[in-house]
């Protein structure tokens, strides 16, 4: 079965940290994973896909099939960070299962 | 180009009612999928539209159903409601089955 686990349900850090958000995932195919963000008020978008090896908004990840990972990392968090955090996970098939996100808050 | 809408934005149904929701793809897109979010949860897969046809189903009960038009918009209907169908229902997009989704603003349901 896929599963995608966030094991942080807040995380806070202050302005400049660097910040990590987990996800671990279990599926016994080839993945495709993603990252979504929600600002306040705003709709769910798309982050970053792991496929495309980019840096978003200072935002990486790297999936790691070894350990079923695909932590987002930012070297220099911004107040505009500030916002939920969803890892979500596809391969196989037409679904996204989704983990139960991360709230992020990035202090002054 | 127009993101993807959802109506409406709020909805109060009792136990044992009926409810339709409906969604607008994103112009040139030709696959919807639908995903209730429960409160502190992340979305779940409830299924996929393409080109009219249901194509992939989460483990949601029958009395959860659907719809895809001919202009790719979609409707999501559920039967005799129960409280736990209390949720915001996400609708997305995308130009393929597997393609990058692009979600609407929700509509959040609220069964007493």
């Known amino acids: 079965a896929q599963r995608v686990t966030q094991p942080e349900k807040l995380l806070s850090v202050f302005k400049g940290a660097p910040v990590e958000l987990k996800c671990n995932y279990s599926?016994?195919?080839?993945?495709?994973l993603f990252w979504y963000v929600q600002y306040s008020r705003q709709r769910l978008q798309l982050l970053l896909r792991?496929?495309s090896r980019e840096s978003i908004k200072g935002f990486t990840a790297d999936l790691n099939k070894g350990e079923t990972s695909f932590h987002l990392k930012k070297p220099f968090a911004q107040e505009e960070d500030s916002a939920m955090y969803y890892c979500?996970?596809?391969?196989?098939?037409?679904?996204?299962?989704f983990g139960k996100g991360t709230k992020l808050t990035v202090n002054p | 180009e127009t993101g993807v809408t959802q109506s409406p934005t709020h909805l109060i149904k009792t136990r044992g009612q009926q409810v339709t929701l409906r969604c607008s793809s994103q112009?040139?897109?030709?696959?919807v999928s639908w995903y209730q979010q429960a409160l502190g949860q992340g979305p779940q897969f409830i299924f996929q539209?393409?080109?009219?046809?249901?194509?992939g189903r989460g483990n949601f009960p029958p009395r959860f159903s659907g719809l895809q038009f001919p202009n790719y918009s979609s409707e999501l209907n559920v039967n005799a409601l129960e409280l736990d169908d209390s949720a915001l229902y996400l609708c997305?997009?995308?130009?393929?089955?597997?393609?990058?989704?692009?979600f609407g603003p929700g509509t959040r349901l609220t069964v007493l």
């Open positions: 539209y393409y080109r009219e046809e249901e194509n």
């Open positions: 792991h496929i």
């Open positions: 979500a996970l596809g391969g196989g098939s037409e679904k996204l299962v």
């Open positions: 112009s040139g897109h030709n696959t």
């Open positions: 997305a997009s995308s130009t393929g089955t597997r393609n990058e989704q692009f």
């Open positions: 599926y016994s195919g080839s993945p495709e």
